[in-house]
């Protein structure tokens, strides 16, 4: 397996204050670099001094938008530390890779430059409860010419961040709009890659929803503008007359882990579990009806996330009186039990590291 070469950092930066850290406000010492080109294929793996990257102006990252990431987190543990289902986000990563036409990478490989980078930054990973070490691989095409073509070189780059709970006021029950004007993304395009041009193409619509008071816009399809797709940055699920609901993966929706981990634990537990098209119609009737038991989004990030609101052509629906539903906490409990090391990992999800 390819070396990699660690240069450390001469001064160690001064570590925050643990109680306040925000997301992705703070980075570690070191960070992992390693490049590619057609010739050599990926070579000059190494570990630096956490420092801005020097760029061509003409890369082709800076105009054609080739860049792809991974969110994933490491918790620490009393004898080191954990990472949630890694393998599942290095694959991810070569699938959104295969779509941009970026390299993609060992899986192996890209797991111990993982382990070697976090493992130099253990002292990061903070101790309070909520907290947790947010690893950021990302990749970008780097050829130095304007041509428009798939590239001959790329960089692959890991960053590590101490971050806090992602929403400051803990997991309450969120405002979202529904929004019918901007689409995420459509089937046949980069929906299902992680990758930034999607988020460039959602900024206006936060924006907007922000300005209003709300906390995430929900997506609907690109077509028809009619079936539910994702809730912000995050896979959106929804308890309906007792069964479990969540848009399949028709190609525009980020396949994300903790959706794939909670429709696992939910399908333990005994629940009807459907991965289906759910029309904003259906969805709304539900909520008047009373059906609509629970609405809650899920990603890395805020882990379960669950919803209060629903405002849809200035008609404002509410989720579960405003509250916190049963099986979202129970959900949200037992995913973070198995993250924090405080419940069983009986599924194997868990890659454990002894510092
Ligand atoms: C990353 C992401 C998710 C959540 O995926 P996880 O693997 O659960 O973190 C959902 N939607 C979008 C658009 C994403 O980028």
Not at 338 to 344: C, D, L, N, T, V
Request: proline content about 4%; hydrophobic content about 40%; aromatic content about 10%.
């Amino acid at each position: 397996m390819m070396e990699i070469k660690i240069e450390k950092a001469k001064t160690l930066k001064q570590k925050p204050d643990f109680s306040k850290l925000g997301f992705g406000k703070f980075f570690t010492d070191h960070m992992f670099v390693m490049q590619y080109n057609d010739k050599e294929g990926w070579h000059d793996a190494k570990i630096v001094p956490f420092d801005y990257i020097p760029i061509h102006p003409a890369s082709t990252v800076l105009h054609y938008g080739a860049e792809i990431f991974e969110g994933m987190k490491a918790y620490r543990t009393d004898d080191g530390y954990q990472m949630f289902r890694p393998i599942e986000n290095i694959k991810r990563m070569n699938d959104s890779a295969e779509r941009l036409c970026l390299p993609t990478l060992d899986e192996e490989f890209t797991l111990k430059a993982l382990e070697t980078l976090i493992t130099l930054e253990y002292d990061w990973i903070p101790n309070l409860p909520g907290t947790s070490l947010y690893i950021r691989p990302f990749m970008f095409g780097n050829d130095e010419s304007l041509g428009v073509h798939a590239v001959h070189n790329a960089t692959f780059v890991i960053i590590l961040s101490p971050v806090g709970s992602y929403y400051a006021e803990g997991i309450n029950p969120v405002k979202i709009s529904i929004e019918s004007e901007d689409v995420r993304a459509v089937r046949g395009g980069t929906g299902y890659a992680k990758c930034g041009g999607n988020y460039a193409a959602s900024l206006r619509a936060g924006k907007r929803a922000e300005a209003k008071g709300f906390t995430q816009v929900l997506w609907l399809d690109g077509v028809e503008r009619k079936y539910i797709e994702e809730v912000g940055a995050m896979n959106v699920m929804f308890k309906i007359d007792g069964e479990i609901a969540t848009p399949e993966l028709t190609g525009s929706v980020l396949p994300g882990i903790t959706r794939k981990s909670c429709l696992e634990i939910l399908k333990e537990w005994g629940y009807k579990v459907s991965e289906r098209l759910i029309s904003v119609d259906e969805l709304l009737t539900a909520a008047e009806n009373g059906k609509l038991e629970e609405a809650w989004g899920t990603g890395t990030a805020a882990v379960v996330s669950p919803i209060g609101h629903l405002f849809y052509k200035d008609v404002d629906h509410v989720v579960s009186n405003n509250q916190i539903g049963e099986l979202t906490q129970k959900l949200y409990d037992e995913l973070t039990g198995i993250q924090w090391g405080k419940k069983p990992d009986v599924r194997g999800w868990c890659y454990k590291v002894k510092v």
